[in-house]
């Protein structure tokens, strides 16, 4: 069991960057692989980011690719998504999640969820 809290999200304007940390309470961490999600008002809730347990393997989605990069920090019991060249279409809520074995981009297989945070992407 774990417990996820998100921060870092806030106000940036087009092109910047963010760099979103997600906190774990928990000391099975390092055994789960660890996924980053975003909503947006009136859209569903859709994958940006995954890294693997060990943290070794990553991928991103198509929407997002090149400008976001995920790491984590597992003695420090911390997954990171770091964003770049921001577009407006970026703004929404992003969540962080946890799940046993492989990294997933399908939010059905995640087993626990962070309350979120709010990025705005503004022109």
């Known amino acids: 069991q774990v417990t996820l809290v998100e921060s870092g999200g806030g106000l940036v304007q087009a092109g910047g960057s963010l760099r979103l940390s997600c906190a774990a309470y928990?000391?099975?961490?390092?055994?789960?692989?660890m996924g980053w999600f975003r909503q947006a008002p009136g859209k569903e809730r859709e994958f940006v980011a995954t890294?693997?347990?060990?943290?070794?393997?990553?991928f991103s989605a198509d929407s997002v690719k090149g400008r976001v990069t995920v790491s984590r920090d597992n003695a420090k019991y911390v997954v990171y998504l770091q964003m770049n060249s921001l577009k407006p279409e970026d703004s929404a809520v992003y969540y962080c999640?946890?799940?046993?074995?492989?990294?997933?981009?399908?939010?059905?297989?995640?087993?626990?969820w962070g309350q979120g945070t709010q990025v705005t992407v503004s022109s």
């Open positions: 928990g000391r099975t961490f390092s055994t789960y692989a």
């Open positions: 890294i693997s347990a060990n943290g070794r393997a990553t």
């Open positions: 999640a946890a799940k046993s074995g492989y990294s997933s981009g399908n939010l059905k297989a995640y087993e626990y």
